[in-house]
């Protein structure tokens, strides 16, 4: 892989084979495809079911309609933004293409560019699907969120984007024995995110950890419209603002792993 | 004695130092990985249009020769230069003008031959794509199976598609590290016959790690032998046999292995 800079331009046509390269992947794979559609399908039904049980006993959550289905749906944004981002990567070293790649006139940032594309598209065929079950089983139409939906999902899918490039880097540097974290990552961060809960359910001194996180405030964005009925502009823009510094650092602590990983010589041998 | 070894540990043998703009340029390099120093001071000039065989044991430091050249390895110190450009600062500048094979790398395995092509094809900018790998496949015989996964193939079939993706670009320079294992003779015959057919159509330079000494022999003008990271000749397939006093280069190599000269075993250097 040609650099560790961003000089020199970024070429489309490289960033396009790669896309390409995931998406006959994609196709022909029809558990690769099912596995995209299963979880997200299988969650939305069953925080449906227990938001359909919740809002008929409990008058705040009935006043509340759709905050517990919401938040599964960004919740499986962020999630699955980051696993689309991140497995594709891991395919690489599942088919020990990594070399062939690296040497190739392929930049380091046109590889992390496709891996965001596919992500968007892995996310598409998921979460799609999704928002639909929830719109015909329980009469949640996340769309009608409007253009807050928007500033919602950006900021989720940039908080995906910065883990799954700092996760690939680990993966990289540390081969498939570093394959779990790709997967329980994103966990880590699901209770101090406040996604079921508001903020103010946390400790005073955990509070200041968690509005560290953008989706912390993606999700108190959420409840604010859904049961205020009011956008707190203030709160997507703090949160943008966090995830330009967490894709600085993430692209930075990428290169950093490229780096170790040429120095300790474990690119051509690269797996468990 | 048979190594040419200067007071700086630096080998200075027949074809040592060669010109500045030859096609790969390294000088003094070390690797150090923790405590193993898997390359001690190793320098070679190759020129353009060469074939140079690169002969040793396992864990010589022939892999981590080819992986420094190629910028996925890091020198501890010493300096890597390939087509004009130092690596890996000016790898951008070069790495679309060579390419290489390895039995330690595969290609996608849910993937077609013709749609690896076209990704690999893509990646290097070739032009005429589609008119590359039909000539790729009529060249390697790939035509029969372009459209099967590349997981589906035998041995021998995905060493010619590993091939095809190794001159997609027509790289002007080559590296492969034992181009021919795990083939049957009949194959890595016609596999070498392509790769001598390229280098002279292309003027390409081809280094080649092996381990299999009449592949060196037949196709190499030139033969670096490696031990323990350090070179330990480097000449012709000629020049070596005369200097060992030995008719082939097996002969050689188990001589260098067993730190035999003539035959007999040195005691002291």
Not at chain 1, 53 to 79: C, E, K, M, P, R
Not at chain 1, 208 to 219: D, E, G, I
């Amino acid at each position: 892989m040609s650099g560790m800079s961003l000089h020199r331009g970024i070429s489309p046509h490289r960033i396009g084979a790669m896309i390409l390269r995931y998406w006959y992947l994609l196709m022909s794979s029809w558990p690769r495809l099912l596995e995209l559609l299963y979880w997200p399908a299988l969650q939305v039904i069953t925080w449906g079911f227990v938001q359909y049980y919740i809002a008929q006993n409990a008058s705040f959550f009935a006043h509340a309609g759709g905050t517990l289905i919401g938040a599964v749906i960004l919740w499986d944004i962020l999630f699955r933004g980051q696993l689309g981002f991140s497995i594709s990567f891991v395919e690489e070293v599942w088919a020990r293409n990594l070399a062939n790649l690296m040497m190739s006139p392929l930049k380091p940032v046109e590889f992390l560019l496709s891996l965001t594309v596919m992500s968007l598209l892995r996310l598409a065929i998921g979460i799609i699907p999704m928002t639909l079950l929830a719109l015909v089983l329980f009469h949640f139409n996340i769309y009608a969120l409007g253009l807050p939906l928007i500033a919602f999902f950006w900021n989720l899918i940039f908080t995906s984007w910065a883990v799954g490039v700092f996760v690939s880097g680990l993966v990289l540097r540390n081969g498939l024995g570093a394959e779990s974290i790709v997967w329980t990552l994103m966990f880590a961060i699901m209770p101090l995110a406040c996604i079921y809960y508001p903020i103010s359910v946390l400790p005073v001194w955990l509070q200041y950890v968690a509005w560290v996180l953008p989706p912390t405030y993606v999700f108190e964005g959420m409840r604010a419209l859904l049961i205020e009925h009011t956008f707190r502009t203030d709160l997507m823009l703090i949160a943008l603002a966090i995830n330009l510094i967490l894709l600085c650092a993430s692209f930075g602590a990428f290169l950093a792993l490229l780096r170790s990983t040429k120095k300790h010589g474990s690119l051509l041998t690269s797996g468990e | 004695m048979a190594r040419m070894i200067g007071n700086d540990g630096v080998y200075r043998g027949p074809v040592a130092g060669r010109s500045a703009s030859g096609a790969i340029e390294v000088e003094r390099v070390i690797k150090v990985y923790k405590q193993t120093r898997a390359l001690d001071r190793i320098s070679f000039s190759l020129p353009r249009g060469s074939i140079t065989g690169l002969l040793g044991g396992n864990g010589a430091g022939k892999t981590t020769t080819i992986a420094l050249i190629m910028g996925l390895v890091l020198p501890t110190s010493g300096r890597v230069h390939v087509l004009g450009h130092r690596i890996p600062e000016e790898s951008a500048s070069v790495l679309g003008r060579m390419n290489f094979e390895s039995p330690y790398v595969d290609m996608p395995m849910r993937l077609t031959v013709r749609q690896n092509l076209t990704v690999f094809g893509r990646l290097y900018g070739v032009k005429n794509l589609a008119g590359r790998i039909a000539e790729l496949a009529e060249d390697l015989d790939l035509t029969d199976f372009l459209d099967r996964a590349n997981g589906k193939l035998s041995a021998g079939q995905k060493t010619r598609v590993a091939l095809a993706k190794a001159l997609i670009n027509r790289p002007e320079l080559l590296l492969l590290d034992e181009p021919t294992a795990s083939l049957d003779p009949d194959t890595a015959d016609w596999v070498r016959g392509h790769l001598e057919r390229y280098r002279k159509d292309n003027n390409a330079t081809i280094l080649l790690a092996s381990h299999n000494m009449l592949e060196v022999e037949r196709l190499c003008d030139r033969v670096i032998i490696m031990k323990h990271g350090r070179i330990e000749d480097d000449d012709t397939p000629d020049a070596i046999m005369a200097r060992y006093n030995r008719t082939t280069l097996e002969e050689v190599f188990l001589d260098v292995a067993r730190s035999r000269v003539n035959g007999v075993k040195e005691v002291v250097r």
